[in-house]
């Protein structure tokens, strides 16, 4: 074999040789390690997290925006005749909501009035009735006493043999006739009296003449809700049965107003979220309509029954099919802040109420 020429090539000095690879898998090693001990670590630590979070909130996502609708119907029948507002409309207390055609309710309080006329000339009768009833009782009276001094004369005659027994019964008969018309006199006085009385329910007016007066009063509030006027502020909704010419019936509610400025949130917890609530507690509220929009709210009372409770058909759960579900209890959270958005009724909420917080 030949000496090599040149002895430096192919021999390495070891004091020329890097560190660096020694370094690098020195640092991988204790990446791994790190890594190997963080990850027990978060897993542990969000389990403690969990454990101590998890009993101090009460959360739902069965929650709805609620807010004060009034119904609004015609206390009186009739066609519609003129319409002042239209679908989601803002009114204030007062404004007009749609009109009724009032000419038979004006009818009505002019024939009223003509029965308050008529009760007040059957009064005045009435009273001259009385008035000619008292001059009938002097006349009877006159009349009894001029057939008792005819009867005297007869009867002093009848004891001289001047006069006949046909003509002394006659005069006892004139007296009792006169007498009769007497009574019947004073009956006519009383019957006038009393068509003239009044009675406690109405002192010093004929009961005619008052039962007149109240059919015009009444008339005459039929007359004015012929006029709906809107019965609180708030926006207009479900106004499609206001049309021109449209008959309404009294009691049928045909249009709703929504009073947006009054709104709250039903939150229908678990009733085993309930061990903790309280009245007073503070509450988040988020909404699916506006995401990212969250406002804060306080948990205003509780409700005195479950849902299934006050429904229009209550589960009834025989021995033989029950099964035992979770029920709902319907909590009313109260907002707080005055929202950036409009709420509508019905939208859907997230609710999540602090248990441990202290009811204010």
């Known amino acids: 074999m030949a000496d090599n020429p040149n002895p430096e090539i192919g021999m390495i000095d070891e004091s020329t040789v890097s560190p660096q690879p020694t370094k690098r898998r020195i640092g991988r090693q204790v990446g791994r390690w790190i890594l190997m001990l963080s990850v027990p670590l978060l897993l542990a630590g969000f389990g403690v997290f969990y454990w101590i979070a998890s009993g101090r909130y009460a959360v739902t996502d069965n929650a709805y925006v609620q807010q004060d609708i009034v119904s609004v119907s015609p206390e009186i029948g009739g066609k519609i005749i003129a319409i002042g507002v239209q679908e989601n409309q803002l009114v204030k207390t007062g404004d007009l909501l749609f009109a009724i055609d009032p000419e038979p309710y004006e009818l009505a309080v002019a024939q009223a009035n003509a029965r308050i006329a008529a009760a007040q000339v059957n009064v005045q009768n009435l009273r001259t009735d009385y008035q000619v009833s008292g001059v009938d009782i002097e006349v009877a009276r006159q009349d ?23 003509r ?185 109420v602090d248990l441990q917080n202290d009811p204010e």
Do not use: C
């Not at 006038?192 to 007066?213: F, H, I, M, Q, Y």
């Open 168 to 352: 002394l019964d006659a005069a006892q008969h004139e007296v009792d006739i006169a007498r009769a018309k007497l009574k019947s006199a004073e009956a006519d006085v009383l019957a006038a009296r009393s068509r003239l009385s009044t009675g406690a329910a109405a002192p010093g007016e004929n009961p005619d003449v008052a039962d007149a007066k109240v059919a015009r009063d009444q008339a005459m509030l039929n007359l004015q809700r012929a006029r709906v006027l809107a019965p609180i502020s708030g926006r207009v909704a479900q106004s499609s049965r206001l049309q021109v010419g449209q008959m309404m019936v009294a009691g049928l509610p045909v249009v709703s107003i929504v009073n947006d400025q009054n709104s709250w949130v039903e939150a229908n917890f678990k009733e085993t979220d309930l061990a903790k609530m309280k009245t007073g507690q503070k509450a988040k509220i988020t909404f699916d309509a506006y995401p990212g929009l969250e406002l804060n709210g306080r948990v205003d009372s509780i409700g005195a029954g479950t849902g299934s409770e006050f429904s229009v058909l209550p589960a009834q759960n025989a021995n033989g099919n029950w099964v035992k579900v979770t029920q709902r209890v319907p909590v009313r959270i109260k907002i707080l802040d005055k929202s950036p958005r409009q709420l509508i009724a019905g939208i859907s909420a997230e609710v999540t």
């Open 144 to 166: 009894i006493a001029f057939a008792q001094s005819n009867y005297q004369r007869q009867a002093a005659l009848m004891d001289k043999g001047f006069t006949t027994r046909a």
